[in-house]
């Protein structure tokens, strides 16, 4: 899987936040995203993952552009801001119904990828008492359980006990070493600075490659 | 189909719970009260207290509950429709086509309305025992009420998308809205036409979401 971002603006009524953004990120590959807080990086995300309407350029993967076939990216998943679950329900039949939208994947991948994150004894549990960590480490067991080509992650590591922190990054490397493009956007230079083959920065509404 | 439904379900219920307590409560209370000051209670009282009653000669009791109701069900297909779209959505919309989500969430409103609907006349049940024709009143309250929350997301996409024209639509309704919302005697009478229009309007948002490049996340 290759995006190509072309000429990409974003503004909110007279708010600029992005500003001709053309960048290229092939699969294999694991892209850092860094910039202070505020800076832009989320809207990013979202518009990679079609969920805004850039005010200007093109967002193409494998040369469809995303916004112009009014469609979201393919075999593309996502961790934005917050994980999103049901608080009543356990972290299991969370990903389980999750999962039953395209029913891709049983039940044995969802209790494996949970496994690899070290959820394993937890996930009968409510998600409602889960700490933050723990909810962190579920929204990511979300993107992965799937096998998607493109992996999104914005700020990963929040709340998450060192331990899992160097979990996620072996994770994260072993997949791209299956061809995987995944970008990861984060405030702490050493998520990014242990993980990313290119690290973009953004400032001001420019992303440009960190030197 | 699963996700979405049991998504809204718990969050529409759970979010809500005193709004929807409240609306319950205010429909037992009045039916209540009709059996206290009525001498005997038929049709008309329990037309008024469901909100189909409305006559512009009425009593300001049959316009208040008519606005009760309609309000209430706007609330409930509003806040079921934008379920997803403010948070969670990479959930969602990663995994299912703009298209399909929106025939999911029409079927998640009608099974919702459904319940909730369905609750409030077991409530009144208690009240009016076996004087009522529940089963034609229910389908014909049902399917005008699902015709006026689907209008209601069509005015909620203009609102965010099409500034303008929701602006001369709304004047528009204002102008004639004593024209639209009809009592039970019409809607009987028309209801072809308004389970027509409810079926047009979904093709209509479902073509304009489908195609359209409308931003439907906030």
């Known amino acids: ?211 | 189909m699963r996700y979405i439904f049991i998504n809204d379900l718990f969050r529409f219920f759970k979010e809500n719970i005193k709004i929807i307590i409240t609306y319950f409560m205010i429909i037992f209370a009045s039916s209540y009260v009709r059996l206290l000051t009525d001498n005997f209670l038929n049709q008309d009282s329990f037309l008024d207290i469901i909100g189909l009653n409305f006559s512009l000669n009425g009593s300001i009791w049959q316009i208040l509950f008519t606005c009760l109701n309609i309000g209430f069900y706007i609330f409930l297909a509003i806040k079921v429709f934008e379920n997803n779209l403010s948070s969670g959505s990479e959930n969602v919309f990663l995994r299912v086509s703009k298209g399909k989500w929106y025939i999911y969430k029409v079927i998640s409103i009608l099974i919702i309305t459904f319940l909730v609907m369905f609750v409030c006349y077991l409530l009144m049940f208690i009240i009016y025992g076996y004087k009522i024709n529940y089963g034609m009143i229910f389908i014909y309250n049902y399917i005008y009420f699902i015709f006026i929350e689907i209008f209601s997301i069509l005015l909620y996409i203009f609102y965010y998308n099409f500034k303008k024209l929701f602006v001369i639509i709304f004047i528009l309704l204002f102008l004639i809205i004593k024209y639209l919302i009809i009592d039970f005697r019409l809607i009987n009478h028309y209801i072809f036409i308004i389970f027509g229009l409810f079926v047009f309007i979904n093709i209509f948002i479902y073509l304009l979401i489908r195609f359209k490049k409308i931003d439907i996340l906030k």
């Open chain 1, 1 to 211: 899987m290759r995006i190509k971002v072309e000429n990409l603006a974003k503004k909110f009524q007279d708010q600029t936040i992005l500003r001709n953004v053309n960048l290229d990120f092939n699969g294999g590959h694991i892209y850092g995203i860094v910039g202070r807080n505020g800076s832009g990086k989320s809207v990013f995300m979202k518009l990679l993952c079609g969920f805004y309407k850039p005010t200007e350029g093109t967002i193409l993967y494998d040369s469809v552009d995303i916004n112009s076939n009014n469609v979201f990216p393919p075999s593309t998943r996502a961790l934005i801001e917050k994980p999103t679950f049901l608080p009543e329900l356990s972290g299991f039949e969370n990903l389980k119904l999750l999962a039953s939208i395209q029913n891709k994947i049983d039940d044995e991948k969802i209790i494996e990828t949970m496994r690899k994150l070290n959820l394993y004894d937890e996930r009968n549990k409510k998600y409602s008492k889960y700490s933050l960590g723990t909810k962190q480490k579920l929204g990511i067991v979300q993107v992965l359980m799937e096998n998607p080509e493109v992996m999104i992650f914005d700020e990963p590591m929040n709340g998450i006990e060192n331990e899992t922190v160097k979990i996620i990054r072996d994770i994260l490397i072993t997949e791209k070493g299956k061809g995987k493009l995944i970008i990861v956007a984060s405030h702490i230079k050493e998520d990014i600075d242990n993980l990313a083959d290119e690290v973009f920065e953004v400032d001001n509404g420019y992303i440009n490659k960190r030197k």
